[in-house]
């Protein structure tokens, strides 16, 4: 049987600051459950320990506010392996809903090709990183009466992002703007967008 002092150093490493385990648990007394879920009942943390260490487990304080203190037996590195998982799950979600979010770029009817580049440079940017883009046309006083003048500007637009992009929404009005919603090509089959391209020849 490994040494209880061997034993508390190798079980220290990588320890939360929020879970007090093993040796690091202060109070004279705990409530222990075991690794099954079982209630053991009120025992002296050094008892504790000694059982956890032999099963091969550890003590792990994790009802610090109870009187005594909740610890349970289990096997530390999972259970914050198992946490860290579920962390970096949640993470991904949340990465994966922001990226769905509609992001949206903004173009003047009177663009010149220089900026109107830089703001296609952008919309790609943005699809690939997962993002769905709004590119949006501002009419400004009497240009809302030219709305092909716009449609010129969405269909350069689509021109340059050739068929890094599909599109999910067809341009239409928003008010004083020409809008289309436009999508990554992930190159696989989709029965939602059609390719920019059918927007520069239509």
Do not use: W
């Amino acid at each position: 049987m490994i040494c209880t002092k061997i034993f508390s150093v190798s079980r220290s490493i990588n320890i939360a600051k929020d879970y007090r385990v093993n040796q690091r648990v202060k109070v004279p007394e705990v409530r222990l459950v075991d690794e099954k879920g079982n209630q053991l009942g009120v025992k002296s943390v050094r008892d504790a320990i000694t059982l956890a260490e032999g099963r091969g487990l550890d003590l792990v304080e994790v009802a610090p506010s109870a009187s005594p203190p909740v610890c349970r037996i289990m096997d530390y590195g999972r259970f914050r392996y198992e946490i860290d998982r579920k962390e970096r799950n949640a993470r991904k979600v949340q990465k994966a809903k922001s990226n769905t979010e509609i992001r949206e770029v903004r173009l003047k009817t009177r663009i010149s090709v220089h900026d109107r580049t830089s703001k296609s440079n952008q919309v790609k940017r943005l699809l690939t990183e997962g993002a769905k883009v709004k590119v949006s046309v501002m009419f400004r006083g009497r240009e809302i009466t030219h709305p092909e003048v716009g449609m010129e500007v969405l269909k350069a637009v689509a021109k340059d992002l050739g068929e890094e992009a599909l599109v999910e929404k067809a341009p239409s009005f928003e008010g004083r703007f020409l809008t289309m919603v436009l999508i990554p090509n992930r190159q696989k089959p989709n029965t939602t967008g059609q390719s920019t391209a059918s927007l520069v020849t239509s």
